[in-house]
């Protein structure tokens, strides 16, 4: 589809909405901070302040919705770039599932495990589960289609793993349940500091979008172009699966995030992979940064996870889009 505005509008309209969604989620809470004192704050302004709350909470809790928003988004994009599925996502292939199960099983195993070093069991969960469905779908290569029906069967056998652990975890897996729903509560410095190294593996996509745009156009012309497909889709397969774990490890499972971003994006700007990578991790920050925000404004001063609220809206989306790729594909 093609983009009726620039992407360079398009883009910049979308971290103007993101700064601004920011801003309104910095000033939510107990206690509401006012914009004017949010600026002085951030900006150490003359005027009244509020540094210890907005530094030591808010803040990392934004920035945080920024780190997964784009790494969820960009995994999101090239896993259904490489996999040629619009209905393809990191939960979809089991990614989440096996970094989500390591997670759980570290901390039950060692509760008092930083938050610091957490992306990197995750990242070995998701890892396995990546690996398990390439190795199982490979018969001399792969098909899109049966790396997305293994994909889905490996991410039933984690998430039962993780059904068991907590029902043999009793209440000392509380926090991991709720994590598991997927929430940026309680989250701090620690948790951006972790996952702000596995962002440089967006770069490391960006600069392989034309190899990305090659492969989906389908394996045999990828291959009469002289791409080495196997190697070239393992290799961005395996970036994704980094990205979404270390999401995953920070804020728990936001399953539809890494689904629907890149169908709104493609809608956005069209098919170009080197538009697609920014804009995906714009709309997926968006996505959450707004998600966040509108679970703290329910019923304060509980939260209703973003997951659950991501959920809401991505469910009927979803259901949406397989109508309307079933209807393509019978047409």
Known sequence: MTAKCSPYFILCSLVLTALMISMVSISLGAVVIPFEVIINTLF?????????????????????????????GVAGTIIQQVIRNPLASPKILGINSGAG????????????????????????????????????????????????LIGIAVASVFDSGIDFLIFHGGHELSAPMTWLSGSLWGRSWVHVYAILPFL???????????????????????????LSVEHYRLLLLSVSVL???ASVAVSGVLGFVGLITPQIALRLVGGRVRWLIP?????????????????RLISPPLEVPAGVMIALFGAPYFIALLTQHHQKQNA
Do not use: H
């Open 243 to 245: 990205l979404s774990s």
């Open 279 to 295: 804009v995906s991790g714009i709309v997926g920050i968006n996505l959450i940064l707004l998600a966040d925000a509108v679970g």
């Open 200 to 226: 440089l593996l967006v770069l490391v996509i960006w600069f392989l979008s034309d190899q990305v745009e090659i492969l989906a156009l389908g394996d045999e012309v990828a291959s009469a172009l002289g």
């Open 44 to 72: 150490n302004l003359e005027g009244v302040q509020q540094k210890f709350v907005i530094t030591n909470y808010r803040l990392p809790r934004v920035i945080l919705a920024w780190c997964v928003g784009l790494g969820i």
């Open 101 to 148: 199960f390591m997670a759980v099983l570290v901390t039950m195993l060692v509760p008092s495990i930083s938050a610091f070093w957490l992306p990197l069991w995750a990242c070995l969960g998701g890892i396995a589960a990546g690996a398990l469905v390439y190795l199982l779908s490979w018969d001399q290569g792969t098909s899109p289609l049966r790396v997305a």
